[in-house]
Nanobody, 125 residues
Framework: QLQLVESGGGLVQAGDSLKLSCAAS????????MGWFRQAPGKEREFVAA????????YYADSVKGRFTISRDNAKNTVYLQMNSLKPEDTAVYYC??????????????????WGQGTQVTVSS
């Protein structure tokens, strides 16, 4: 069992940066692949970024590539999403997720078993 709690969301202006954190409970965090997804009002949840349990591989949606960076600190049971050059279209609720399925389809929601409650990110123009 893993519990995930996101933090770091807020209201920023276009071009600003934010860093989201996702803190996990449990001693097995380091064995989980982690992902960030987002859902804007009226839209389906979409993949943002993912990182393998070892931290050795990262994956990004084309819409955030070059602007967002996912990282993890297994000693702190935390995964991060650094978001730079934010745009109004990045406005959404951001969710972190954890999964251990093999093979791991990182951009698919059904690859993850545990989800956080989400944190709101609002980018004004």
């Amino acid at each position: 069992q893993l519990q995930l709690v996101e933090s770091g969301g807020g209201l920023v202006q276009a071009g600003d940066s934010l860093k989201l954190s996702c803190a996990a409970s449990g001693r097995t965090f380091s064995t989980y692949n982690m992902g960030w997804f987002r859902q804007a009002p009226g839209k389906e949840r979409e993949f943002v970024a993912a990182i393998r349990w070892s931290g050795g591989n990262t994956y990004y949606a084309d819409s955030v590539k070059g602007r967002f960076t996912i990282s993890r600190d297994n000693a702190k049971n935390t995964v991060y999403l650094q978001m730079n050059s934010l745009k109004p279209e990045d406005t959404a609720v951001y969710y972190c997720a954890a999964g251990r399925r093999d093979p791991w389809r990182s951009s698919y929601s059904n690859a993850y078993d545990y989800w956080g409650q989400g944190t709101q990110v609002t980018v004004s123009s």
